[in-house]
């Protein structure tokens, strides 16, 4: 299984972390390792100072596949929830500076959490998904899959051009504008239309 990221696919939230705006997107991965399996608690990492939540529509392959073309791609995912992408920003900035590649800071052992899986057959409006992540009960990120500078049908057929990808994998779509830290005994709870799918508390 693989878990593969998209970074930078929001303009609002390139723009609040100072990046320029990509013409491709910009894919990393993470280990198998990274997620974090139901019921288990998350403790915040010791290695940084600046735990940051991002919160992502994340897709579920349903299909192996390869060079899937854009116009076949919806034929490769079933299912969707919505997950954070743990990043350690002080780690990430350190890293970016010396333009040396990410792991420390986005692909550490559960550092990818997901939710409870929507079928896309259950969904009302496949193209417009609204999503949103609570902090300790307040509202701080809120998106929707329409505000994506590239869709899932490109994401999946982008990555499969460099990639297999195959049933199982998980791509993590991107994060909307609002990332922010987490100290320990904040609640996150992440919801898709309006649904509650993803709860956990920083231990
Ligand atoms: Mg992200």
Redesign the pocket.
Known sequence: MKIF???RNYADHAKELGNAIPDEPVIFMKPKSALLQAHTPFYYPEFTNELHY?C?LVLRISKNGKYIQDKFANKYYDAVTVGI?F?ARDIQNELKEKGLPWEKAKAWDNSAAIGKWVPFTNLKNKKDIQFALNKNGEEVQKGSSTQMIHDFDYIVSYISNYFSVNIGDLI?T??PAGVGELVVGDEIEGFMESESLLKLEVK
């Open positions: 990221c998209v970074g991002e992502e992408d990043t993590f991107g994060t």
